[in-house]
């Protein structure tokens, strides 16, 4: 039997088959496989989408993140702070560019960097602060924002996992990164608008920065062999961005998919005390990429995991180890919050294609887990 999967891929491209096949069999009648039309049309299509006036696409989420860092050209030894509860690309791209991580603590209900600690760690050679939108929700743009113009820090956003989510307050509306300096995201299959393979993109309203963030994708080339920056080969597929455009008019629905995924379990989980709700910031829409509960401590957390695991649903830790933990990374630092959260969260199954009975399965296991 093979289960209930954190998602569901196959699934999605069966409703989908018939515009992703006719999409990807015109790349091999035209036999453009790198930097094909697709790829300028998909960057067209998601810059209406986002509302924002670039899209430069890359081979990859950490990538993206790679080029939008060379783009700023920061000083070497200048340091960026980032949260400490999220992925590893952040650090692992500020370290090979020669930017040093400072690692800050996140807010314990909504999982997302904690605007006070950013303050308190702005020193002489900040020059930039990074949120992720961890889990499909956006940062407190609001404050970043501030933050960042009252220090003339850049603000880079990383939203991997929040595409197709929108920021929402006071001052500032804009599609989840596109609202800093310059943001990210990844295609990554598993992503909110996945494509079969690897794939990310920048974006930005800087003419200067689009156009260098171009050319570092390309081999720094202003045209063929003329090498006008160091640059990397960071292009995506024709492919991918073929069947990103048969699966992008459905962004809006997967992700509305996920919010209702999202309810139910909100709705049952609530009636379990044992369990702790993630909470929402009330500035916009949640994307919902992950579905992340947190248990008592890591014994009960990794109880229910093996409960479900044994009743054939996945259930994942994103993260079991805080960054400044990391070996490759480590550093001493107190982010008490972030190592507690690594003990305690639990991602549960969440895509639009996980049906009605299948969470209702998941659910019960979770009841039957706390004797509910
Ligand atoms: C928050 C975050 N940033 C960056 C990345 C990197 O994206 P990619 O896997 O496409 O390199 C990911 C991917 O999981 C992510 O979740």
């Known amino acids: 039997m093979k289960g209930i999967q954190m998602v569901n891929l196959v699934s999605q491209y069966n409703r989908f088959k018939t515009s992703i096949d006719s999409r990807v069999s015109s790349v091999f009648e035209h036999g453009k496989f790198v930097q094909g039309p697709e790829v300028k049309e998909f960057e067209n299509e998601l810059a209406k989408f986002l509302g924002v006036d670039y899209v430069v696409t890359c081979g ?7 080029i ?9 030894g200048s340091e960026v702070i980032i949260p400490s509860f999220a992925y590893a690309a ?6 090979l560019l020669n930017l040093n991580p400072v690692f800050v603590d996140v807010n314990e209900d909504t ?11 702005i020193g002489p050679k900040t020059v930039a602060i990074a949120p992720v939108h961890l889990f499909g929700q ?5 404050a970043l924002y501030r933050i960042a113009e009252e220090n003339n820090l850049k603000l880079i956003e990383d939203a991997a996992q929040s595409l197709g989510s929108w920021y929402c307050s006071e001052n500032i509306h804009g599609a989840s990164g596109c609202i800093g300096d310059i943001g990210i995201s990844s295609f990554f299959p598993s992503k909110n608008l996945g494509c079969f393979g690897d794939g990310g993109a920048i ?10 963030a171009r050319k570092i994708a390309n081999h720094g080339q202003t045209k063929k ?8 080969n960071s292009r995506l597929d024709t ?8 699966k992008l008019p459905h962004l809006e629905s997967f992700i509305h998919g996920r919010i209702e995924v999202a309810k139910r379990y909100q709705s049952e989980l609530s009636k379990i005390s044992s369990i702790k709700l993630p909470k929402r910031d009330t500035n916009g829409t949640h994307s919902y990429h992950q579905y992340t509960i947190k248990l008592e401590n890591s014994t009960v957390r990794d109880n229910l995991a093996a409960h479900l695991n044994s009743k054939n649903i996945s259930s994942m830790v994103y993260y079991p180890l805080p960054l400044h933990r990391q070996k490759a990374y480590s550093v001493d630092a107190d982010l008490p919050v972030s190592v507690n959260l690594c003990n305690t969260v639990l991602s549960l199954p969440i895509c639009p294609e996980l049906t009605t009975v299948e969470q209702i399965e998941i659910i019960n296991e979770i009841k039957s887990f706390f004797n509910q």
């Open 60 to 66: 990859n989420g950490t990538d993206a993140l790679q």
């Open 68 to 76: 939008a860092f060379m783009a700023m050209n920061f000083e070497p």
């Open 90 to 95: 952040l650090p692992e791209v500020l370290l």
């Open 111 to 121: 999982f997302l960097i904690d605007v006070e600690q950013v303050k308190k760690n």
């Open 138 to 142: 956006n940062a407190n743009m609001e």
């Open 203 to 212: 974006f930005t309203n800087d003419i200067e920065l689009a156009e260098k």
């Open 225 to 232: 062999y003329h090498h006008e920056l160091v640059g990397l």
């Open 239 to 246: 492919m991918q961005a073929a069947i990103l455009l048969a």
